[in-house]
């Protein structure tokens, strides 16, 4: 079992970037593919971006692109997430998750535990 803790959030105006952390508990964080989801008021939980175990294989979702960047240190037991030139509609709460049974998963029923979340709230 992992336990998740994202941290980095925050109230930012458009255009500007954050770093989201997520610190996972345990020795075999690099048996788990990592995502980050997010969920905006009001709509579905919605898939951000992943990692395969050794981060030798990423994605991003459409919105993302060329915006966010993925990575992990399998020795820090940390996941993270650059933001850059944030938009409004990036305001949701993120939240990371591991998968135990895939190397990549760029859906919510492939993980197995899920974090509590960041609030990343986006001016105009």
């Known amino acids: 079992q992992v336990q998740l803790a994202e941290s980095g959030g925050g109230l930012v105006q458009a255009g500007l970037s954050l770093r989201l952390s997520c610190a996972a508990s345990?020795?075999?964080?690099?048996?788990?593919?990592m995502g980050w989801f997010r969920q905006a008021p009001g709509k579905e939980r919605e898939f951000v971006s992943a990692i395969s175990r050794r981060g030798g294989y990423v994605g991003y979702a459409e919105s993302v692109k060329g915006r966010f960047t993925i990575s992990r240190d399998n020795a820090k037991n940390t996941l993270y997430l650059q933001v850059n030139s944030l938009k409004p509609e990036d305001t949701a709460v993120y939240y990371c998750a591991a998968s135990r049974g895939r190397d990549y998963s760029d859906n919510s029923d492939g993980y197995d535990y899920w974090g509590q979340g960041t609030q990343v709230t986006v001016s105009s």
């Open positions: 345990g020795r075999t964080f690099s048996s788990y593919a």
